[in-house]
């Protein structure tokens, strides 16, 4: 087959994907449909997870790496129980026929607010008519008179926090809650025409932006930044001027519909930005039962002591869960708070009305502000004992009998894998840094095995570029094959810019520099894991710097095979999580990893140099995974 061909055929198949992809979805509505009939949850993660787990054995069998299988179906399986959500709610909620939809929002076109507002009213299926607004008093005035039928606000941003001019307004409002969601912040270097970063003399953007890529903006010395009351308004002012010297900062989508393309993705400080959004309409919605719901409140208590206390403990006793609690001044009464709730409850099931008519008797004021579809759809997880393949039938012994009364240890969360006893992690720490094929692939098959965290050594002597885009390159890598990243830093200069790119940082001090690189460990908002000192006086020591001065987020790492009886004492002493640094070619390393799981171990860094194969990974992952 010639290019040509082989392109047609590429063609001919995407074209059946998409048809068995529309098919999926039509079926996924008939299981709404039937759930309806015979009341269950939408989401049924048992069903999932049974899927997921054959999905990725039948792709092995044709040669389809799991974390693509995976990657592609948590895509279609959330579109399916949106697509299910948005029926039911259809259904239940029937709209007059409208030819057009009405939204109030802040900023011009290619705003994030625009953007949100764009994704969450697809569904709609009707054409969009924006409002512009330049304030939040504007939303709530324009969806309070009719002339839009939502109001669209952001209420809290990963790295900013809440967004109290929201909060304050709905105190106020008559307006009711009927939707949420969540929309990822990428900031973007924008440009009108062909250009390079190095040509650009002026960058357009709002002070917000500004600030959340200062690390970025560093880097170019030569431009001057000039401030605009939105993000859209820089956009609209560099798509009119059509200059190769100027650019504006926004989403790469916002920018789009300006005809603005994205030369440099990924400018924020924090990776991980996201704003949450509240959808406001007139009238409030009903929820399914079969929906994950939530429902938002808020309240004021007494000044007396414990009435916050006695308000949580109502909650409690009827087992629902709040997902957030803040608290802004009553304006016109100094000193008193009012407090806004957030729970993930149908305010309409019989636990919720219960709290409720309790609560009314307890607090002095409360009002719904509505009951919403939750949007999380959080990807089903799958056993890493579904993952780790190829197990070895000479490997037969009886399963470690993994004790469970050390629930008081503090826990941990790396990147989004949580270690615990039940199911340790597993990383991959190579020795030196590889080529670029070589780390992909060793990616690949830590992540075939069900491991979850990637280190690799970043920082080459003294050459800064260099370990910045090593950096860089392992943070890709890591996403791309959907595993946490982490590398080894010897001073505090090393580790800020190790955690402003990666999920967690591997403490290796330089002698005479310890005191300083545990401060700044303490100091920064990624997690750390730390190596044993010689003692465990002094690991409890270096442990309570690192504590005190505010980081939680910290485990402990044995590097040097310890006698157990050392690391159960320094276990019950310091309650920290504890993980252990193993050889990858140690033939004895399954056996090794049973045992010191049974002591309490929680995870596993298994130094590999890049000739290693990766066998001895394998039949680790198989006894840490057995059941
Ligand atoms: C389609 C269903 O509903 C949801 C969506 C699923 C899917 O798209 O495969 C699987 C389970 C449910 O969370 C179902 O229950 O089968």
């Known amino acids: 087959m010639n290019l040509d061909e082989i392109r047609t055929h590429i063609s001919s198949l995407d074209k059946e994907l998409l048809t068995l992809l529309a098919k999926r979805k039509a079926l996924s509505l008939d299981v709404a449909r039937s759930k309806l009939q015979n009341p269950r949850p939408i989401r049924d993660q048992e069903r999932e997870q049974a899927l997921l787990v054959a999905l990725i054995n039948q792709g092995r069998t044709l040669g389809l790496d799991a974390h693509y299988v995976t990657q592609i179906y948590h895509t279609i399986i959330e579109d399916s129980v949106l697509s299910q959500q948005a029926l039911l709610q259809d259904l239940l909620n029937p709209q007059d026929e409208k030819p057009a939809i009405s939204v109030a929002f802040l900023g011009l076109r290619g705003s994030y607010s625009n953007m949100a507002a764009r994704k969450y009213l697809t569904r709609f299926k009707a054409e969009l008519v924006e409002h512009n607004c330049d304030t939040f008093q504007q939303i709530f005035d324009t969806v309070e008179s009719g002339q839009a039928q939502y109001g669209i606000l952001p209420i809290e941003n990963t790295s900013s926090g809440a967004i109290n001019d929201v909060f304050d307004l709905i105190q106020h409002t008559s307006l009711s809650i009927v939707g949420e969601l969540t929309q990822p912040i990428e900031h973007c270097l924008l440009v009108g025409v062909d250009t390079d970063v190095s040509k650009l003399k002026t960058l357009y953007t709002h002070p917000q932006v500004y600030q959340q890529c200062s690390q970025y903006l560093k880097t170019l010395p030569q431009v001057k930044v000039e401030f605009c009351a939105a993000s859209s308004n820089a956009m609209e002012l560099v798509a009119s001027l059509k200059r190769d010297d100027i650019g504006a900062m926004g989403s790469a989508d916002g920018g789009a519909l300006h005809g603005l393309k994205p030369l440099v993705t990924g400018l924020a400080n924090q990776k991980q930005n996201m704003t949450r959004f509240i959808v406001v309409a007139r009238k409030p919605v009903e929820v399914a039962a079969q929906i994950p719901a939530k429902t938002s409140f808020i309240m004021s208590t007494g000044q007396q002591s414990g009435a916050l206390v006695e308000t949580l403990l109502v909650l409690r006793n009827h087992d629902i869960t709040m997902t957030k609690l803040e608290s802004r001044p009553i304006i016109g009464n100094p000193w008193e708070e009012m407090f806004y709730v957030d729970v993930a409850a149908n305010v309409n099931c019989p636990n919720m009305q219960a709290a409720l008519a ?222 252990s640094q193993l050889v990858g070619q140690d033939s004895l390393l399954p056996q090794l990893g049973q045992a010191l799981r049974s002591a309490g171990v929680q995870g596993f860094c298994l130094s590999l140099t890049n000739e290693d194969d990766m066998q001895p990974l394998q039949q680790l992952a198989q006894r840490l995974y057995r059941d």
């Open 358 to 579: 309790e609560l009314k008797d307890i607090v002095r004021f409360i009002k719904i502000l509505g009951c919403y579809p939750s949007a999380e759809v959080a990807p089903t997880r799958i056993p890493s004992k579904a993952l780790s393949q190829g197990r070895d039938p000479e490997l037969h012994v009886t399963p470690v009998n993994v004790p469970l009364n050390n629930n008081a240890l503090l826990s941990l969360q790396l990147g989004r894998f949580h270690m615990s006893q039940q199911e340790p992690l597993l990383i991959a720490q190579l020795e030196s840094w590889p080529e670029y094929g070589a780390l992909q692939e060793t990616a690949r098959r830590l992540k075939e095995q069900g491991g979850q965290i990637l280190a690799v050594p970043c920082f080459a002597q003294g050459n800064q570029q260099q370990s910045q885009e090593r950096l860089q390159q392992l943070r890709e890598v890591a996403a791309q094959f959907d595993l946490a990243a982490m590398t080894q830093v010897h001073t505090p200069e090393q580790l800020n810019r190790a955690a402003e790119s990666l999920d967690a940082v591997l403490l290796q001090p330089i002698d005479g520099r310890r005191d300083e690189l545990l401060a700044a460990a303490g100091r920064c908002t990624r997690p750390v894991l730390m190596p044993l000192a010689d003692s465990l006086e002094q690991t409890l020591a270096e442990a309570e710097l690192v504590l005190a001065e505010g980081n939680q987020q910290l485990a402990l790492l044995d590097t040097q095979n310890r006698p157990l009886a050392n690391l159960l004492r320094v276990q019950q002493h310091s309650r920290l999580p504890l993980l």
